[in-house]
Antibody, heavy 124, light 107 residues
C-alpha cells in the first residue's frame, strides 16, 4: 500500500539543525512531489514548502526561506527536510505528505497521503 | 499570501446532526480548495479536493461546495468518528495556506 514513513523524534538545542526523512513506498516516487507541513503544540497546520521528486524543484514558505532545505533521493525514494538555526518556536510535529495533482494549465495540488509525523523539540 | 479564515472556530453537535463549516479566502482561488480532517495525535486526512471532489474512501456523508472565495464543508449526519478538527487549504498559489481549523466536538 502507499505509505510515507518518517524518521523518529528529535531533541535539539537552539541554533542547531535537524534533518527529517520521509521514505515513500507503494508508488512511483518520481511521479509526485512531497510537501512538508508542521504543527506547533496546540496550534493549526502550517505549510512549509514542497519539493518535486521528479526534478528537485522547490517552493518554500517565505518565513522559512534561508533556514529550510527540502531534497529528495530517488535511489531510496526518500524525501528530506532540513531546518537550520533552530529556535524554540520551531518545536512542532513535522509531517510529510504526497502531492497529488489534477494536471491542467494551472495544476491543482492536494495532499492525499501523509506520514505519521516527527516530533522535533527545541530546548536548551 | 492568500489568507484563509474558517467559521466557526469550534462547534458542539450531536450524533446525527447536520454540520456546516465555512471557509473564506482573501482572494479568488477558483476551486483550488481542499479539506482535511485531523484527530488528536494523528496526521491529517484528505476529505475533499478541488472544492467538491470526494477523496477515495471518504464517506458520502461528507460534501464540499463553493468557488471563488467562499466554500463550505457539510457533514449530513454526524457519526462518532467525525468528531475532529477540520482544516481548509488553498492550493491556488504558494504558500499553500491552511485555515485555522474548526473543532467539532460532542454536545
Amino acid at each position: 500500500q502507499v505509505q510515507l514513513v518518517q524518521s523518529g523524534a528529535e531533541m535539539k538545542k537552539p541554533g542547531a539543525s535537524v534533518k527529517v526523512s520521509c521514505k515513500a513506498s507503494g508508488y512511483t516516487f518520481t511521479n509526485y512531489g512531497i510537501s512538508w507541513v508542521r504543527q506547533a503544540p496546540g496550534q493549526g497546520l502550517e505549510w512549509m514548502g514542497r519539493v518535486s521528486a521528479y526534478n528537485g524543484n522547490t517552493n518554500y514558505a517565505q518565513r522559512l526561506q534561508g533556514r529550510v532545505t527540502m531534497t529528495t533521493d530517488t535511489s531510496t525514494s526518500t524525501a528530506y527536510m532540513e531546518l537550520r538555526s533552530l529556535r524554540s518556536d520551531d518545536t512542532a510535529v513535522y509531517f510529510c505528505a504526497r502531492n497529488a495533482a489534477i494536471i491542467r494549465w494551472h495544476p491543482l495540488y492536494y495532499m492525499d497521503v501523509w506520514g505519521e509525523g516527527t516530533t522535533v523539540t527545541v530546548s536548551s | 499570501d492568500i489568507q484563509m479564515t474558517q467559521s466557526p472556530s469550534s462547534l458542539s453537535a450531536s450524533m446525527g446532526d447536520r454540520v456546516t463549516i465555512t471557509c473564506r479566502a482573501t482572494q479568488n482561488i477558483s476551486a483550488y480548495l481542499n479539506w482535511y480532517q485531523q484527530k488528536p495525535g494523528k496526521a491529517p486526512k484528505l476529505l475533499i479536493y478541488a472544492a467538491s471532489s470526494l477523496h477515495s474512501g471518504v464517506p458520502s456523508s461528507f460534501s464540499g461546495s463553493g468557488s471563488g472565495t467562499d466554500f463550505t464543508l457539510t457533514i449530513t449526519s454526524l457519526q462518532p468518528e467525525d468528531f475532529a478538527t477540520y482544516y481548509c487549504q488553498q492550493s491556488y498559489r504558494t504558500p499553500f495556506t491552511f485555515g485555522p481549523g474548526t473543532k467539532v466536538d460532542i454536545k
